[in-house]
């Protein structure tokens, strides 16, 4: 028979039943606050509530000691929460909070915010604590992205007020609102004087409805791309910019303001007009390079042409009593001759093929040299003066190309003073660097300048542009070949410079030639002396594809004494150089020949016969001539159309060096 329960154990089962309710709901309160609470004995055992094992992640049955909390810690915060702990307990702190991150057993990370209170005895020794946990992951990473998004807003916010653009917020109606330094760049308004005014500030008088009607599209939700127009500065000019303009919601998506950017076109109209015109000065220098290719080839065939009549011609004169009834028709046919020549070597400076044989000289001393001439050439209602740099540098050039190029100027400038003038010729230094550099297609350096400058009528910007084109003239026909221009800018431009013109009409020109400053001394004219009386006994040997050329050189050097042997071409050649049984004194060859060049022809010569001496025949400068990096002062060679007499000086003179 089982007896009634005594009264005491009746009261303790009244007494657990609430308290196991009041557990209940206290853990039930600390899950939905995510805040689980603890107790700890100094030196002793550990009680987490079951939130806190919830959040340790701990099991409800697994045994807890300080050692096992500081596990759960994660190990880059453990020591530094063990040594705060520490402190506090050993201090007279009442409390102490640590923040920390715990590494979970499904490897997750979650940050944690501790706060412990610290029980003492009377004489201030810690007895336990108590405390709580609260898990702080989302606060943590709401403050981190709210500290992301500042940064951004920072970085946005410096972007659109450092932005070249001009960057504009205004109200629906107009009103500014805000205002960047670009804004303030291209305007001219400080943010100060336009806030909380209408952007009618910025407008044209003729532009207004234009502008009511792009704010109207905006504030229908569209946006404005790329609209090209003008606005007002400050100063009353305008400027073209190129708008965007977009609108800006609120929450429910209504437009509540308007963005704007405004973009400055003056550079790119600059750059647009720049690239225009070089596009147009390519064409130019295309269409001038295939002209230049046409008239170079054209001029080199019919240099070989003007070798036979111009050295036949010779020879027959040299043939003819003084008296003979024919020798004034054959004279004529040399003045023929020597304008055609005159007329090709025209045509190779324009096409920058013409031969050239520089050599170090002074301006000043080639424009005081032709000073008695020029002075023959212009007319007496024109003065000529002179404005010399006294220490004037130095430049290599062929001396009577140089020469050339002041006559021709110096020409032009006389026709464009029909009712008299000045003429001055001046000489100066200038160093070109980096954009004036590349402006006359010259690289930087140091240049000596010659300057033609006359008082006449200019030049009309229309024709400007022309002067230079072969064949183009504004003088009456019969007055002008139209290669004079070209053929000085040829001649320069072969020789390493620039040609730029200043003109107004009404106000004279000046053509300013740049050369290259060289600072090697001044080289004189010091060739070998031709031998007393003409020809020699030496052996040469002439290649040449032309045959009336080739015969030509024969005949004349037979004439004055030579041994000739003939080749048609390179292969031929350097047959006869391995197989003659005799000394060949002079290889005298053309550069540009079928299969096998001069130039290599002449490279195989002499490493058959090291004595061999080379005389070169061109009908223009040819880049095979130098290719191993001779300058053409340095390289024999003979410019065609060749004479009887020419040739002959030449070849005594590479003889006898």
């Known amino acids: 028979m089982v007896g009634k329960a005594s009264t005491g154990e009746e009261t303790l089962r009244d007494l657990d039943d609430p308290l196991r309710e009041t557990q209940s709901l206290l853990d039930e309160a600390q899950a939905l606050a995510h805040v689980g609470s603890w107790s700890a004995q100094v030196g002793g055992g550990v009680v987490f509530s079951k939130e806190c094992r ?3 992640g701990l099991s409800d049955d697994e045994p807890v000691d300080r050692d096992r909390l500081y596990r759960v810690i994660h190990e880059a915060d453990r020591e530094r929460v063990r040594g705060e702990m520490a402190a506090a307990l050993a ?6 909070e640590h923040e920390y991150r715990i590494l979970k057993g499904d490897g997750s990370v979650r940050w944690v915010l501790a706060r412990s209170r610290i029980i003492r005895d009377e004489q201030g020794q810690a007895l336990r604590t108590i405390g709580i946990a609260q898990d702080i992951t989302q606060r943590k990473q709401s403050i981190e992205e709210l500290r992301a998004s500042e940064e951004r807003y920072r970085q946005i916010a410096a972007i659109v007020e450092w932005s070249n653009d001009a960057i ?4 629906v109606d107009g009103t500014i609102t805000s205002w960047n330094r670009g804004a303030t760049r291209l305007f001219g308004y400080p943010e100060g004087e336009v806030l909380l005014r209408r952007l009618e500030l910025i407008l044209p008088e003729g532009l207004r409805s234009e502008a009511a009607g792009l704010l109207a599209r905006v504030q229908r939700g569209e946006v404005v791309e790329h609209h090209a127009t003008v606005r007002r500065r400050k100063d009353g000019t305008n400027i073209e910019v190129l708008l965007t303009m977009s609108p800006v919601r609120d929450g ?8 704007k950017i405004a973009r400055d076109l003056t550079f790119q109209r600059r750059a647009e007009v720049a690239l225009r015109r070089a596009e147009e000065q390519l064409r130019e220098a295309q269409k001038l390079e295939a002209v230049g290719l046409l008239a170079g080839g054209i001029a080199h065939d019919f240099n070989n042409m003007l070798s036979v009549i111009v050295g036949y011609t010779e020879l027959v004169l040299e043939g003819l009593k003084v008296d003979d009834p024919i020798r004034s028709d054959i004279i004529e046919v040399r003045k023929a001759g020597a304008s055609a020549v005159a007329l090709t070597r025209q045509l190779l400076a324009f096409s920058r093929r013409q031969v050239l044989q520089p050599r170090v000289i002074d301006l000043n001393q080639t424009v005081l040299g032709l000073e008695r001439m020029l ?6 209602h024109v003065e000529l003066s002179f404005d010399l740099l006294a220490d004037l540098g130095r430049v290599s050039a062929d001396p009577g190309q140089i020469e050339q190029v002041i006559l021709n100027l110096a020409l032009n400038a006389r026709d464009a003073m029909e009712r008299g003038g000045t003429l001055t010729i001046a000489t100066s230094h200038a160093t070109l660097l980096g954009e004036e550099a590349e402006r006359l297609d010259l690289v930087s350096g140091a240049y000596v300048v010659l300057s033609i400058c006359d008082t006449g009528r200019g030049i009309a910007p229309a024709l400007r542009a022309r002067i230079f084109e072969p064949f183009f003239t504004t003088k009456e026909k ?3 070949t139209g290669l004079g221009l070209s053929t000085t800018l040829g001649i320069v431009r072969q020789s390493g410079g620039a040609i730029e013109l200043e ?7 000046t053509f300013r030639v740049y050369l290259p400053r060289t600072e090697r001394p001044v080289q004189t004219n010091s060739s070998p002396p031709v031998r007393s009386g003409s020809g020699g006994w030496e052996t040469v040997l002439v290649v040449e594809d032309e045959e009336q050329v080739r015969t030509l050189a024969r005949t004349a050097l037979r004439r004055d004494g030579y041994q000739v042997i003939e080749a048609e071409d390179g292969a031929q050649a350097l047959g006869i150089l391995q197989r003659h049984p005799g000394v060949i004194h002079l290889l005298l060859t053309d550069v540009v020949m079928p299969r096998m060049g001069g130039r290599e022809l002449a490279e195989r010569g002499m490493a058959l016969r090291t004595e061999l001496k080379v005389l070169y025949m061109s009908g223009y400068g040819d880049d095979e001539i130098l290719s191993h990096g001779e300058s053409e002062a340095e390289v024999p060679l003979l410019a065609k159309p060749i004479t009887p007499a020419s040739l002959n000086r030449k070849v005594r003179e590479v003889l006898d060096t």
């Open 54 to 56: 919830r959040l340790y």
């Open 375 to 380: 002075r023959r050439l212009i007319a007496a």
């Open 91 to 96: 201090g007279e702190a009442a409390s102490c």
């Open 478 to 480: 019969g007055k002008g």
């Open 252 to 259: 429910a998506g209504r437009v509540v303001s308007v963005s």
């Open 503 to 509: 003109t107004q009409v009404g106000r004279g020109s």
């Open 168 to 171: 504009i917020g205004c109200a």
